[in-house]
């Protein structure tokens, strides 16, 4: 079964709260990926981890901190976030080998709401 | 030019018909490609992969144009479980492990 769980389902934080989003896939995939989804938009790519390094930073803004303590779980880190970084957070999972492309694995989102 | 793009619809169709949607990418370069649905509030969900000799799944049918960079998703014997925002979902460029969106095509299915 491919599953990608993540938590919390819903976060409401102030502006000047630091919290975290988590991810974990059991799949033994070495690609994991965080996207932002707003409202009738589709999902855009923020980072990408393979064989759990950085490999893709689409020009986030630094409030946005990600991590990769290990191949199976994938944080993102939130600090003095903006109202219009309210969203719904994209974790994927996907196999890896350099060259190839494989489908990604979505998990069910976090709802972030920033006051 | 968008990289992908969709009809963003929404298609209006009763339980039982046949539809299809369409999707365009304007990178050559592109060798993956695949279709993913999106329930209102959730995430998306694969659907199918499409590869060059097409390929079908029960009443999903994809087909790949690569002369005319062009994708296309047929479901037949629509359900109403079938509601839902179709994504034509596209790789960057060989290797790179970044998918580009179309903005999504919704279907509605009526009783």
């Known amino acids: 079964d491919t599953e990608v769980t993540q938590t919390p389902k819903h976060l409401v934080m102030g502006m000047t709260n630091k919290k975290s989003l988590k991810c974990e896939q059991h799949?033994?995939?070495?690609?994991m990926y965080w996207y932002k989804q707003k409202a009738k938009k589709p999902p855009e790519l923020m980072f990408v981890?393979?064989?759990?390094?950085?490999?893709i930073n689409e020009s986030v803004p630094s409030r946005f901190s990600p991590e990769c303590p290990n191949s199976s779980l994938l944080n993102l880190h939130l600090h003095a976030l903006q109202p219009e970084d309210s969203a719904l957070y994209l974790c994927?999972?996907?196999?890896?080998?350099?060259?190839?492309?494989?489908?990604?694995?979505f998990g069910p989102g976090t709802r972030l709401t920033v006051t | 030019r968008k990289e992908v793009e969709q009809d963003p619809g929404p298609f209006n169709v009763p339980e039982g018909a046949t539809v299809a949607f369409n999707c365009t990418y304007s990178?050559?370069?592109?060798?993956?490609f695949f279709w993913y649905r999106q329930d209102c509030r959730k995430e998306p969900k694969l659907l199918m992969s499409?590869?060059?000799s097409g390929n079908e799944d029960g009443r999903f049918t994809a087909q790949l144009n690569r002369a005319s960079q062009y994708i296309s998703l047929l479901i037949r014997d629509s359900k109403l479980s079938d509601s839902a925002t179709y994504l034509c979902?596209?790789?960057?460029?060989?290797?790179?492990?970044?998918?580009?969106f179309g903005t999504g095509t919704r279907l509605l299915v009526s009783p």
């Open positions: 990178n050559s370069a592109s060798q993956s």
């Open positions: 799949m033994g995939h070495r690609a």
């Open positions: 981890y393979s064989y759990e390094k950085l490999s």
């Open positions: 499409v590869y060059s």
């Open positions: 994927a999972s996907s196999q890896f080998r350099a060259g190839d492309n494989y489908e990604q694995y």
């Open positions: 979902v596209v790789n960057k460029a060989p290797g790179f492990q970044k998918l580009v």
